[in-house]
């Protein structure tokens, strides 16, 4: 510590002589230079009381190294002195080094200086030191040795910080109950960081309304002694009417208090009420200004949230480039409901190169991670080769591994349980895998239970099980109630169900005949791509059919199929062009 200071900074002669014969003068007159904003005087008489093996001065020293007051930041010597301190017995360099050890914890957010006018100060100081690269990793072992100490002799703020150890340490270090009981004493004593961690134990044995009413309670003293977590979190409390009458209006300015904070949760939810007006005036502009702030502060739901705004659009167009960069951020943080948005922007090629086997990868991952819908996308992925997810997808674009025993199991597992539990449109296309034999070995049978479940509100699925029925896939064929099943869902425009009723009405199956209808309907489906239908239309129009011969719409529609690879079309358009040019 002999650093060359300025002729202003140093100690005047009564200072040096009353500070060596008496120390406890000097550390009062340090504290004096100190409050009066002289901290390069403050910390040189401190220094002396440190050497002196004085436990007060140690312990200012080192919070003069950890705050970066009257000495350079130096995680190191604020360790260092700390230590000194604490093993002499100072209650508040125990916490406070404790605190440093699971620096993990914010440090001083949860241990905050008792003097009210230095609080945010040193919070801004220490944001700064832990930023340092010369951090060493969070130390919990020693961590729990010092808040014990301070604990054990009364300290609060020991007591708070020995129960969050205990509660978020070390799966080896955990004791729940060990630390409700530290949370409830630090509580007690009025500590907001022991009211809010009380509140959080209470929390998670919390069974009623008089059990909510007490963790609002606690929430609301630790707020109210400017906690920022807890500020955020009373506003989760009352946007819920959790524990608390609800009142929005409320929790947005509390949303507010919190993000204006630094409380990064806090900007995240502040953004969302802010985007969305829930509570407040809508301002999308400012919302998501407020969410891209907590995104990258390293908040994944404000994250995925930027990636949903973009998605949507808004007054303007849909980004889904920026959208993916956001999603993308999200997901390698662990949003599982981002890293499905981000995979189907990759299966569909929005805003993203298109890549079957990157979309794989991230469906694989939100399905592992419990999200039910990425469940059932993967698994319509996997079983049926993407083609249906993504008609231009191509099966061959997935990597093997995710076409192996273990993902195909996975895959017929999670769309079975959501067909099990509702789901119909997971209900219709695990009814395909089994009547296709796609994923799944081949049951017809078992496809017709799943379709005809299906089919009560999925229109493709009313068109596949008609189609069953009429060609006695899996029962007796029963044409007459596969038409009727066909016939619904070509009314709601499915375009497989209009080319299989007119070809149905064509051929009086399961019904009357009744070209006129028939070929409008053939002419719904032809003019949506269908190449069958064009085919159809061609036969029926070169006469012969009971319809009046239109050779130039025969030939526009066989043409038509014919460049579509139909090879029945392209024999029928060589026939029929010298029959042409003959007549």
């Given amino acids: 510590m002999n650093r060359k200071v300025s002729r202003s900074a140093r100690l005047n002669p009564v200072d040096r002589l009353v500070s060596r014969v008496i120390p406890s003068f000097g550390l009062r007159r340090a504290k004096r230079l100190f409050e009066s904003g002289r901290a390069v005087q403050a910390f040189r008489l401190f220094a002396r009381a440190a050497r002196a093996g004085n436990a007060e001065g140690e312990y200012k020293v080192g919070r003069c190294y950890l705050e970066g007051s009257g000495v350079p930041v130096s995680y190191v010597d604020s360790r260092r002195w700390l230590r000194k301190a604490a093993s002499h017995g100072h209650i508040d360099a125990q916490w406070l080094l404790a605190a440093l050890c699971i620096q993990g914890v914010d440090a001083l957010n949860i241990q905050q200086d008792t003097r009210q006018d230095t609080r945010q100060d040193t919070g801004h100081r220490a944001s700064s030191l832990f930023s340092n690269q010369d951090v060493p990793k969070p130390d919990f072992t020693e961590g729990e040795k010092w808040a014990r100490r301070a604990a054990e002799r009364g300290s609060a703020d020991g007591q708070a910080i020995l129960a969050y150890i205990l509660t978020s340490g070390p799966e080896s270090m955990r004791d729940l109950e060990q630390a409700h009981q530290w949370y409830e004493r630090s509580a007690a004593t009025g500590c907001p960081q022991g009211a809010l961690g009380y509140a959080l134990s209470l929390a998670r044995t919390a069974k009623d309304d008089k059990d909510r009413t007490r963790v609002a309670d606690h929430v609301r003293r630790a707020a109210e002694a400017g906690l920022p977590p807890a500020i955020n979190m009373l506003g989760v409390l009352m946007d819920c009417g959790i524990g608390t009458k609800r009142d929005q209006t409320a929790a947005a300015q509390l949303f507010r208090q919190a993000a204006l904070k630094g409380n990064r949760t806090g900007q995240m939810n502040w953004g969302r009420v802010r985007a969305f007006g829930q509570g407040v005036e809508p301002n999308l502009i400012e919302g998501e200004s407020w969410l891209r702030r907590a995104a990258l502060a390293g908040d994944r739901d404000a994250a995925a949230l930027v990636g949903e705004l973009y998605v949507k659009g808004g007054a303007l167009p849909p980004n889904y480039a920026e959208a993916a960069i956001w999603f993308r951020r999200a997901a390698e943080a662990g949003h599982s409901a981002a890293a499905r948005a981000l995979g189907m922007l990759c299966l569909t090629g929005a805003g993203v190169m298109r890549d079957t086997g990157e979309a794989a990868t991230w469906l694989k991952i939100a399905a592992d991670a419990g999200d039910a819908q990425a469940r059932v996308d993967f698994a319509n992925l996997i079983l049926n080769g993407c083609g249906d997810a993504n008609p231009n997808g191509n099966p061959d674009d997935l990597p093997d591994d995710y076409l192996a025993n273990d993902n195909l199991a996975k895959a017929r597992h999670w769309l079975e349980q ?159 062009q010298p029959n042409e040019a003959a007549s």
């Fill in 418 to 576: 959501a067909a099990s539990s509702g789901n119909l449109v997971a209900a219709f296309n695990y009814g395909r895998c089994l009547a296709e034999g796609r994923g799944v070995e081949r049951n017809e049978q078992e496809a017709l239970q799943w379709l005809r479940r299906a089919a009560d509100g999925v229109a493709e699925a009313q068109y596949w099980y008609g189609w069953m029925l009429m060609e006695g896939h899996g029962i007796n064929p029963d044409p007459e109630t596969g038409r009727s099943w066909i016939a619904r869902a070509a009314a709601v425009g499915v375009t497989d169900a209009e080319a299989t009723l007119a070809e149905m009405m064509v051929n009086a199956r399961g019904g009357p005949r009744d070209l006129h209808t028939a070929i409008l309907l053939f002419g719904k489906a032809a003019e949506k791509g269908h190449v069958g239908a064009m085919y159809a239309l061609g036969v029926l129009n070169s006469g012969g059919y009971d319809v009046p011969a239109d050779h130039a719409a025969a030939r526009r529609w066989l043409s038509a199929a014919a460049e579509r690879g139909h090879g029945e079309a392209l024999k029928m358009l060589h026939r029929y």
